[in-house]
C-alpha cells in the first residue's frame, strides 16, 4: 500500500515509463510549441532534485518554491516529496518586483516558514539576485535553479522516511479574510483528498481507460490548491496525463482553455465560476463551429461562488459545441480541508434552491423537467443558490451553530464544520489559530471538527454554500449574505461584471451599520454611471429591503482578490473608507 504520492510515482515510473504525465503548452495554444515529460522522467528529475536537498542536510526544513508555470515546479514539489523536504509553494516575483503586495507577501511567507532554501527556475533565481535591497532575507537562503541539477544526481537518492503524519508541504491560504496562515498538509492527507477527489469525480479504471489516460486540462495556478491538488497531484495519483497551460494565457485568450479541451479531449477540466464568465464573453460563432465539447464530463466549478445564471448560459451558449448540462460540477473545499469537502454528483445536472435562508427551502434539479424546465422559468432562478454536492467517502459536514456548539437541523444555515482523514494537520507555528480552528467539539458527536468559517445548510445531504461568517452583514437586526447583495446587484445591468461586485457594511452613526456596495463597470458604458447605480439601488431595495449607504463604480480589475478570484471584502471595505478606489466619474459620496 502506498504510503506516499512518491511511492505512486515510483510504482508509474516503472509500470508506464514511456506514457506522458504531464503536457505543458508553452504559448497556451494547442499548435504552439509543446513540452511534456514522461513519468520515468519525472521520476529521474524528482529524484535528482530529492538527492541535491538530502546531500544538504535539508530534510525536514521548508523550501520555498517560485517557478513560472510549467513542468519545472512539478519536477520541484515531488523533488521536495521524495527529499522529506516541506514544499512551500509560492508566486514567483517575475514581472512583479515593483509590486508591493507581491513582494510583502513573499516576505511574509519566507519568514512565517522558515524557509532554508528557495528552488526555482533560472530566470526566478537570475531575478531574486536582483532583489536584495527589497530581499534583504535572502542573504541568509540558498537559490537554486533546478534545471542545472544534473540527471546523475538521481542515482544518490535515498528514499524518505516518510508517515502518513510527515508534513509533506505547507498550502498557504489566499488570505480573504485574514492575512495567509501556512497549512500543514500531510501526505496522509494529500493521499486521502487524492482517493476523494477520485471517487467524487469519477476517475475509475474504466473511465481512464476510456479516456486513454488523458484525463485533465488546466490552466490554473500551480501555487493555489485547486491547481495544484486537483489536475496536477490527482494526475500524478493516478498515473493519467495532464494538459497544463499558463494562468495568463488563459486570461489573455480564454477561448485557449475551451480549444485544448476540444483538441485533447479530457474528462475532467474547471476552475472558478469567473472562467466560465469569461468564456461566455469571448464565445463567438467562429469559435463555437470548430469547438467539440462532448466528451468533457467533469466541468468542476468552485473557489468563489457558484452562479446559476453562469451555469445556465454556459449550457445554453456551449450546448451548440456538445456541451452537457450534466458536465456542470459544483463542488466546496479548502486549504484546511486539503482541498475537496463535497461534489456534485457525475453525470447529473447540478441542484438549485430556490430560497437559502429558511428551513423552507426547495430544492430543484436542473434536470429539464418540472419546474425549471421552461426558459423564463429557467431565468428566474439565476439568483438560486447552487448545490456543492456531497460530502467524499469518509468525510463528515455538519452545519453547526458555533456559538453553542450545536448540530443545527436541517435546512438551517449555520457554519460549516468538518471531519476526516483529509482535514490538515493545523496552522504552522500558530497553535492559538490550530486550536480554534481544527479542534472544534460538537456535543452529541465524537472527535474534532474543523471549522471552515464559511456559511451554509444541508438539503437532502447536499450541500450549499452561503457566505462567511466573518462577511456576514447585521442590519437592523437581519443578517445579510454579501454575495446575495452582489448578485443582485450584477443582475440589476449589463455593464457590472460578473463576480467583480463587493457588498460590505459601515458604521453610520446613529442609524446603526449601513450597506455599501462597490461595482466594477464594464469601460463602453461610462456614460451610463447614474443610471447603473440607480438601478443597483432599486434591485437592492426590492430583493432585500434595503437602502444602500453608498454606490461605487470602480475600473475593471481594481476590486482586490485573492489569489485564486474571491472577492477581498475587507479590502475593499478598507479602500472605500481610506478613499482609495480606482472611481469612475469621481470621488465616493460618504
Not at 480549444?259 to 465560476?273: D, F, K, L, V, W
Request: charged share 20%; net charge negative.
Amino acid at each position: 500500500m502506498a504510503r506516499s504520492l512518491v511511492d505512486l510515482l515510483t510504482t508509474h515510473a516503472s509500470r508506464q515509463p514511456d506514457r506522458t504525465a504531464y503536457r505543458y503548452l508553452v504559448t497556451g495554444d494547442c499548435d504552439g510549441e509543446i513540452q511534456d515529460i514522461s513519468y520515468g522522467r519525472l521520476a529521474e528529475r524528482s529524484r535528482a532534485v530529492a538527492a541535491w536537498l538530502q546531500e544538504r542536510g535539508l530534510a525536514g526544513s521548508r523550501a520555498m518554491l517560485l517557478y513560472p508555470p510549467g513542468i519545472e515546479f512539478i519536477c520541484g514539489y515531488l523533488g521536495c516529496l521524495s527529499a522529506g523536504v516541506v514544499a512551500v509553494p509560492g508566486l514567483p516575483p517575475l514581472g512583479r518586483s515593483q509590486n508591493h503586495r507581491a513582494l510583502l507577501r513573499m516576505k511574509r511567507l519566507i519568514a512565517d516558514a522558515d524557509a532554508k532554501v528557495i528552488l526555482g527556475s533560472r530566470e526566478v533565481i537570475a531575478a531574486l539576485a536582483t532583489m536584495s535591497e527589497h530581499l534583504p532575507e535572502l542573504a541568509e537562503i540558498t537559490c537554486v535553479a533546478t534545471e542545472d541539477i544534473p540527471d546523475e544526481a538521481a542515482g544518490s537518492w535515498r528514499e524518505p522516511d516518510l508517515t502518513a503524519d510527515s508534513v509533506a508541504f505547507l498550502q498557504y491560504t489566499s488570505g480573504s479574510t485574514s492575512a495567509p496562515r501556512g497549512v500543514m498538509v500531510t501526505h496522509g492527507n494529500l493521499l486521502d483528498n487524492e482517493r476523494v477527489i477520485t471517487e467524487r469525480m469519477g476517475h475509475t479504471p474504466d473511465v481512464i481507460e476510456e479516456y486513454d489516460h488523458e484525463l485533465f486540462v488546466s490552466w490554473l495556478p500551480v501555487y493555489h490548491d485547486m491547481g495544484l491538488i486537483g489536475p496536477v497531484l490527482n494526475a500524478a495519483y493516478l498515473g493519467v496525463t495532464a494538459t497544463l497551460f499558463s494562468p495568463l494565457h488563459f486570461l489573455q485568450r480564454p477561448e485557449r482553455w475551451l480549444t485544448a479541451i476540444s483538441r485533447y479531449r479530457p474528462h475532467t477540466s474547471g476552475g472558478p465560476n469567473f472562467a466560465y464568465e469569461l468564456c461566455l464573453k469571448h464565445a463567438t460563432p467562429d469559435l463555437l463551429d470548430g469547438l467539440d465539447l462532448s466528451r468533457w464530463k467533469v466541468a468542476f466549478n468552485g473557489a468563489e461562488p457558484v452562479r446559476a445564471a453562469t451555469l445556465r448560459r454556459f449550457t445554453e451558449t456551449f450546448g451548440a459545441a456538445g456541451f452537457r448540462r450534466e458536465a456542470l460540477y459544483p463542488c466546496y473545499g479548502l486549504a484546511e480541508a486539503t482541498l475537496i469537502v463535497t461534489g456534485s454528483s457525475v453525470h447529473a445536472p447540478p441542484t438549485l434552491a430556490t430560497a437559502t435562508a429558511t428551513a423552507t427551502a426547495t430544492a430543484t434539479s436542473t434536470d429539464g423537467t418540472g419546474p425549471h424546465a421552461d426558459a423564463a422559468e429557467s431565468r428566474s432562478a439565476d439568483a438560486a443558490a447552487v448545490g456543492s454536492g456531497r460530502p467524499g467517502p469518509g468525510i463528515t459536514v455538519v452545519i453547526a451553530d458555533p456559538e453553542r456548539q450545536e448540530e443545527l437541523p436541517e435546512g438551517e444555515v449555520g457554519e460549516i464544520w468538518v471531519s476526516g482523514a483529509s482535514v490538515a494537520k493545523g496552522y504552522w507555528r500558530n497553535a492559538l489559530a490550530t486550536r480554534q480552528t481544527f479542534r472544534a467539539t460538537l456535543r452529541g458527536r465524537e472527535g474534532r471538527f474543523l471549522r471552515t468559517g464559511d456559511l451554509g445548510f444541508l438539503r437532502d445531504g447536499e450541500l450549499f454554500v452561503t457566505g462567511r461568517l466573518k462577511d456576514l452583514m447585521v442590519i437592523d437586526g437581519r443578517n445579510h449574505y454579501p454575495q446575495d447583495l452582489e448578485l443582485s446587484a450584477e443582475m440589476s445591468h449589463w455593464a457590472l461584471r460578473p463576480g467583480c461586485t463587493a457588498a460590505f457594511s459601515v458604521d453610520g452613526g446613529r442609524e446603526g451599520e449601513q450597506p455599501v456596495v462597490v461595482a466594477e463597470t464594464a469601460p463602453e458604458a461610462a456614460g451610463e454611471a447614474e443610471k447603473i447605480i440607480d438601478q443597483i439601488r432599486g434591485a437592492i431595495g426590492e430583493a432585500h429591503g434595503l437602502p444602500l449607504r453608498d454606490v461605487v463604480l470602480v475600473h475593471p480589475g481594481t476590486i482586490p482578490k485573492t489569489s485564486s478570484g474571491k472577492i477581498q471584502r475587507r479590502a475593499s471595505r478598507a479602500a472605500y473608507l481610506d478613499g482609495t478606489l480606482s472611481l469612475v466619474g469621481g470621488p465616493a459620496t460618504r
